[in-house]
């Protein structure tokens, strides 16, 4: 049984740069979720898919954001014209229906320069 | 809105001692569901715990229970027979779905273990 995946692990960019990250979730999982985490913080919350679906995006989530789940297995987010304050850790978690605890994948470090 | 409080930054036990972490929680909703993560340094989030708002009976796993006071709105974490592995962030969360679906989270308690 393999876990949920995230990848790249590191990104380092420059301001004003695209950047893409990508996450698989565990197969039977339908709910897939996107979180950021700075430093000394707890995630929040930015976005949510059931299957292909996105439901529910956090005001966090401005409009140089954008996540994909096209056929409701991987995610991608992206983000456009990276700022300093993009700098944080991405996480990506999934949850089959029915149950409400989330399995977390390793994360994606981002840093803008 | 819904909000979670961890009110220790940090922690620090003597390994094989027991130590409790705490967490207060805020929700309009009447079912819910709290949860215990633990992330160590530069690794991925860990599912510690989890507690049915409408379970009475605290939940236990191996070393880890928790004391839920649902009156308080608060749920603490005991470890009993603290281990070096034990050593991470331990982020308390809740879900009460009432339109929002994403886990709400804690700061966060950093814990140590003195050997």
């Known amino acids: 049984d393999t876990g949920v995946s995230q990848d790249p692990r590191h990104k380092i960019t420059k301001r004003g740069q695209n950047v893409t990250f990508r996450c698989d979730p565990i197969s039977e999982h339908n709910r897939l979720y996107w979180y950021r985490q700075t430093l000394g913080q707890g995630p929040e919350f930015l976005t949510y898919f059931q299957n292909e679906a996105q439901l529910e995006k956090s005001r966090l989530l401005s409009d140089r954001f954008s996540a994909e789940r096209p056929k409701g297995s991987f995610s991608t987010l992206e983000i456009q014209r990276t700022e300093q304050g993009d700098s944080a850790m991405y996480l990506c978690a999934s949850r089959p229906g029915g149950a409400y605890e989330q399995y977390f994948g390793p994360g994606t470090r981002l840093t803008v320069t | ?115």
């Open chain 2, 1 to 115: 809105a819904q909000t979670v409080t961890q009110s220790q930054p940090e922690m620090s036990v003597q390994e094989a001692e027991t130590v409790t972490l705490s967490c207060t929680y805020d929700t309009s909703e009447s079912d819910y569901y709290l949860f215990w993560y633990k992330q160590p340094p530069s690794r991925q989030m860990i599912l510690v715990i989890r507690q049915e708002a409408y379970k009475q009976q605290n939940a236990t796993e191996n070393r880890f229970s928790v004391n839920f006071q649902k009156a308080a709105k608060s749920f603490s974490l005991k470890i009993s027979d603290s281990q070096l592995g034990d050593a991470a962030m331990y982020f308390c969360a809740l879900y009460s779905g009432g339109g929002a679906d994403g886990l709400t989270f804690g700061k966060g308690t950093h814990l140590i273990i003195q050997p």
